[in-house]
Structures are given as C-alpha cells and as structure tokens.
C-alpha cells in the first residue's frame, strides 16, 4: 500500500516502454505460452492517479521512422497509432527511432533518454515511479536515493533485475511492487 506521504508527494512516471513491450510479449521457452499480460494505460493512469500525484506520465518508446518493407512498415503503423493513442491519454510520449543492425536486426531501447529526463527534470518531482526492472536504471536508482527522492518501481517478477529488487528491499523510501500482482486492476481486455 502507498502512503499517505507517498501520495502527497510530486511523482514522475517514467515508464521504459521497451523494456515493457517485450516483457508483456515474453513467451515460455518449452511451451511457447505467454508468460504476461498486456497493460491497459487507461488503467494505469487510474491506478497512478489513485495511489500517487502525477505531475507528469513520461512514456519512452522506440518507432520505426523509415520501414522498407513488411511486415516492418505493418509494425511501423501499428506502433506510432500506440503510440498517438497515449499522447491522447495525457502520456508524454518520447520517441526514439529504431535502429537497424544489418539487414533484419534492430535495436531500440530507451534507457538513456529516462535517465537523461530523470536529471532534467529532478526538480519537478520528490517521487519516482519507474517502469522498469533493467540493472541499468541500478546506477540512478542509487544516486537519486541519495539525494532523497521516494522511488516506487514496477516490473514483472520475471523481468526485475536482482539488484534493482536487493535495492528496493534494502533502503527506505525505495520499494517494488510486481505488475504480475495489478492484473486485475491494469490488464488490457480486448473487446
């Protein structure tokens, strides 16, 4: 459960929208079952709006800005209307083009563009609310801890780095909540 003090606080959402897509897309690796839910972000902002005070919704995604071919340019689509569909929920969305590797591999993840936000904005909130389980975002976690901000992350149990999960259970004013746990409250339903 979410303070009282918590609630009063300035919170900034950042959510790693990669990170995120491919852990609501992991698969079983003997079966093939899908091991998560998809995230309704109308949902989510309730829930966000409910336990904490937003002052602002930070969603980083990646967009393939220059497809050449299918099924990239049928993703392309699909993913800049995803994409135009938070901006029109009250996400800020931060773009980040796709990177292509050769002739068929592609990178894109956003952990630098939270963490640069993350200092930009430093001033603008008292209370982080990270979605995201990445070691990567170990390094800030710390640092913004020691400055004195609350930190609230969320990940799936399969995706929550053991350094970031150590952390949280070990410092005050710093702490975890699985995503797998909100299902009823956050899943998507397709109608």
Request: glycine share 6%; proline share 2%.
């Amino acid at each position: 459960m979410t303070s009282n003090k918590v609630q009063s606080l300035r919170t900034g959402v950042f959510i790693d929208g990669s990170n995120l897509f491919w852990a609501m897309n992991m698969r079983d690796k003997k079966t093939g079952d899908k091991l998560h839910f998809y995230i309704s972000f109308e949902k989510l902002k309730d829930y966000l709006n409910e336990k904490f005070s937003p002052v602002f919704y930070n969603y980083y995604g990646v967009e393939d800005k220059n497809p050449t071919k299918e099924p990239h340019i049928s993703r392309a689509n699909g993913t800049k209307k995803f994409h135009d569909k938070l901006s029109g929920l009250g996400y800020n969305v931060i773009r980040k083009d796709l990177k292509y590797i050769g002739a068929d591999s592609t990178k894109g993840d956003t952990d630098s563009e939270v963490q640069l936000d993350m200092h930009k904005l430093v001033n603008d909130y008292d209370n982080i609310v990270l979605f995201s389980g990445d070691s990567d975002f170990f390094a800030p976690i710390s640092y913004f801890h020691s400055i004195g901000k609350f930190i609230r992350i969320y990940s799936f149990e399969e995706t929550l780095s053991w350094e970031l999960k150590d952390f949280a259970i070990k410092n005050t004013r710093c702490n975890y909540k699985l995503l797998d746990e909100l299902r009823s409250e956050i899943e998507y339903i397709q109608s």
